[in-house]
Nanobody, 119 residues
Framework: QVHLVESGGGLVQAGGSLRLSCAAS????????MGWFRQAPGKEREFVAR????????SYADSVKGRFTISRDNAKNTVYLQMNSLKPEDTAVYYC????????????WGQGTQVTVSS
């Protein structure tokens, strides 16, 4: 079992920045990849970014590439999402989740943190 707590969301104007944090506990954090996802009202949850267990490999959704940066600090059991040049369409609840090494699925979720970007 893993416990995840996302934080750092808020209200920001278009063009602004936010840094999200996700603190994990209950498992060996440094042994698994982590992902960020988001869900806007009335839409399906979508992939945003992923980082490997060591932090050396990252991948991003095309919609955020060049604007968002995922990173992690294994000593603090925390993964981050730096979001720059925010757009109104980035408005969503953002979630982090560990990626199963066996199946590649994301099975544990936190409560999420709300990001609202005003135009």
């Amino acid at each position: 079992q893993v416990h995840l707590v996302e934080s750092g969301g808020g209200l920001v104007q278009a063009g602004g920045s936010l840094r999200l944090s996700c603190a994990a506990s209950g498992r060996t954090f440094s042994s698994y990849a982590m992902g960020w996802f988001r869900q806007a009202p009335g839409k399906e949850r979508e992939f945003v970014a992923r980082i490997s267990a060591s932090g050396g490999i990252t991948s991003y959704a095309d919609s955020v590439k060049g604007r968002f940066t995922i990173s992690r600090d294994n000593a603090k059991n925390t993964v981050y999402l730096q979001m720059n040049s925010l757009k109104p369409e980035d408005t969503a609840v953002y979630y982090c989740a560990p990626r199963s090494g066996a199946t590649g699925s994301y099975d544990y979720w936190g409560q999420g943190t709300q990001v609202t970007v005003s135009s």
